[in-house]
Every structure is written in C-alpha cells, then in structure tokens.
Nanobody
Framework: QVQVEESGGGLVQPGESLRLSCAPS????????MGWYRQAPGKQRELVAS??????NYADSVKGRFTISRDNAKNTVYLQMNSLKPEDTAVYYC?????????WGPGTQVTVSS
C-alpha cells in the first residue's frame, strides 16, 4: 500500500535548524500536491507547508523560517526548518494534500527546548 517515511527530527535548542525528509512508496511525489503537517500534544494536526507544482504556501506561524522543497529525481520532499522555537515542538508528518482517507506515516518527532 501507499505509505511514507519521515526522517530528520530530533532534539535541538531554540534558534537551531533541522531538515526533514519524506520518502514515499507506491506513488511519485512529483505528480501530486504534497505538504508537511504537524501535531503537538493535545492539539489537532495542522498543515504548516505545502508545495503544488512550483507554488509553495506556509502557515503564518512558520513563514520566513521554514522552506518546503522537492527533488523530483529522488522522489523526496524536504522541510528546512530554521530559527526553531519551542512552539514548533510536534510530531511532523508528510502527506499528499489533502490527506487521503486519514492515512498517515509514522511521523518524526521535533523537540525544541533549552
């Protein structure tokens, strides 16, 4: 079945950077709109960045700090996260946009704390 694997999360201090990667199985990222979602404890999952063709879009909370990109040859989607803040702490998920049938990968944990 179609699934994704997210990687690149970890524990960092405020102001540091992380780069998340998303690799699929069963479909090509180049064909579909893709995005990064995140979910913090006690909160619902939210879309923070998306890429549709060459167009990108960001939630206000991450605009100017996060960059979503694609490498179509590698069939991989990335999320470069700079100037990380404690409120960025969450599990980050990669998905087609919109998500299909409530199907999610395992996610990758990002923790920003001093």
């Amino acid at each position: 079945q179609v699934q994704v694997e997210e990687s690149g999360g970890g524990l960092v201090q405020p102001g540091e950077s992380l780069r998340l990667s998303c690799a699929p199985s069963g479909f090509s990222f180049a064909v579909y709109p893709m995005g990064w979602y995140r979910q913090a404890p006690g909160k619902q999952r939210e879309l923070v960045a998306s890429i549709i063709g060459s167009m990108t879009n960001y939630a206000d909370s991450v605009k100017g700090r996060f960059t979503i990109s694609r490498d179509n040859a590698k069939n991989t989607v990335y999320l470069q996260m700079n100037s990380l803040k404690p409120e960025d702490t969450a599990v980050y998920y990669c998905s087609r946009v919109p998500n299909r049938n409530g199907s999610w990968g395992p996610g990758t944990q990002v923790t920003v704390s001093s």
